[in-house]
């Protein structure tokens, strides 16, 4: 498919999914929407991620593997580099798409021509794990009744998560792409640069579009939360000084506001047995 124009790129990056991935890339073959290349990159994995995308004939399937693991941000970068598409959008080894997710995501932006980034809802499971033991402490059909504002963006009170976003690629690559220095909330971060430069960019879609799975291993609890809060505190001085920043709660870290640790301590605290 040489000379093939699609009108989508949709990135996977991936690093020692090989187990899960099968169930994303499936997702993405199984759109309605049909004009997309589908990018995999691997992120220099060491298991059989390679193998195993092979298994796969579809000519729209991109692979391209990394020789050193660079972090999610870099690899979706690479993946912007070779993307062919002009709206970009990406999906985690552990998600998976609604079969019209690329269908309507066209339709929102045929209609709002004007718009950098457009968003969906997601169906949200978050699975903690602790002690070798895994509790679900969140399984609901998310939704925001509020319409989206950049003071609820830059507040932290609304989250564009990587999979439910699809944006233009020429305006992103010209915003500098991922900033691959941000190792958590790099997407919230990616919206909050977009919103500086298109404060009238956005359009949220009031549909949900992604099954979307979340674990996080809190074994050892204070070095995840020590290494969340270093990326929050790496966003919060990127931004300091922006006006949109004034009131909010969630740096520095406070177990009494909507902090990361706030929020995990109040799950914990909730669903103990």
């Known amino acids: 498919m040489k000379n093939y124009q699609p009108r989508f790129s949709v990135i996977i990056a991936t690093y020692n999914r090989c187990y899960i991935l099968w169930r994303a890339i499936q997702s993405v073959l ?68 609604h079969q019209d ?43 925001s009744r ?6 609820r963006l830059w507040h932290r009170r609304i989250l564009i998560d990587t999979n439910t976003m699809c944006h233009k690629k020429k305006e992103i690559i010209k915003l500098g792409g991922w ?31 992604l099954n979307y799975e979340q674990k996080i291993d809190i074994t050892q609890p204070e070095k995840v939360f020590k290494f969340w809060e270093r990326e929050e505190r790496k966003i919060f001085n990127k931004y300091k000084g922006n006006p949109l920043l004034e009131g909010q709660t969630w740096f520095p870290p406070d177990k009494n506001n909507k902090s990361t640790l706030g929020v995990i301590e109040y799950l914990r605290k909730k669903h103990k047995t």
């Open 30 to 97: 199984a759109q309605t929407y049909p004009f997309f290349e589908l990018i995999i990159v691997d992120d220099a994995s060491r298991d059989e991620t390679e193998k195993l995308v092979q298994q796969f004939s579809d000519p729209r399937i991109r692979y391209f593997k990394l020789e050193k693991n660079r972090g999610a941000s870099a690899a979706r970068n690479f993946g912007l580099k070779k993307a062919k598409g002009e709206l970009i959008a990406y999906l985690d080894s552990d998600n998976t798409w």
């Open 101 to 143: 997710f690329l269908e309507v995501m066209n339709e929102a932006f045929n209609k709002h021509k004007d718009k950098v980034l457009i968003f969906c809802k997601k169906n949200y499971r978050l699975t903690l794990v602790e002690n070798g033991q895994e509790k679900r402490v969140r399984d609901e059909f998310s939704y």
């Open 179 to 209: 900033d691959e220095n941000i190792r958590f909330w790099e997407d919230w971060e990616l919206a909050l640069r977009i919103s500086t430069k298109y404060p009238k960019g956005f359009l949220f879609l009031n549909r949900a579009l």
């Open 146 to 151: 509020k319409f989206f504002d950049l003071k």
